[in-house]
């Protein structure tokens, strides 16, 4: 029985009853032991990297740890950690800085507008018996 986890081929030794790591050569006592020592092996080559995460529409840069073979991101924020899809995950530049800084001023003006409309508003003149 042969299985393949993250790029690593790992495959059942019935003479030793265990499992293998065929790069490796190094035996588990179990799927879920050699799956645990292939994630300490990724995360060890992992590069930490800055993200901008969206979470309820607020904006916030977090440092990605690791990523799921499902295209997860796992980040760490004032040492709190969270997963994250991928689709609220941005790219920490220049370009991105600007259109959420653009973004927060648009956000801005429509809650001035809000209360400028509401002042125009209490201006209308109630039915009057």
Do not use: C
């Amino acid at each position: 029985m042969e299985t393949t986890y993250q790029g690593f081929n790992i495959f059942y030794n019935e003479d030793s009853n265990d499992w293998r790591i065929r790069v490796s050569g190094d035996d588990f006592p179990s799927l879920a032991a050699a799956k645990r020592n292939i994630d300490n092996i990724t995360k060890k080559d992992f590069k930490r990297f800055d993200v901008y995460v969206n979470e309820w529409r607020l904006y916030y840069i977090a440092t990605v740890t690791s990523i799921t073979p499902d295209n997860e991101f796992w980040v760490v924020k004032d040492g709190r950690r969270s997963k994250h899809r991928a689709v609220n995950v941005f790219a920490v530049n220049d370009s991105n800085k600007d259109i959420l800084t653009e973004a927060k001023a648009i956000g801005a003006e429509i809650e001035r507008l809000g209360e400028q409309k509401r002042d125009v508003l209490a201006k209308l003149q109630q039915v009057k018996d």
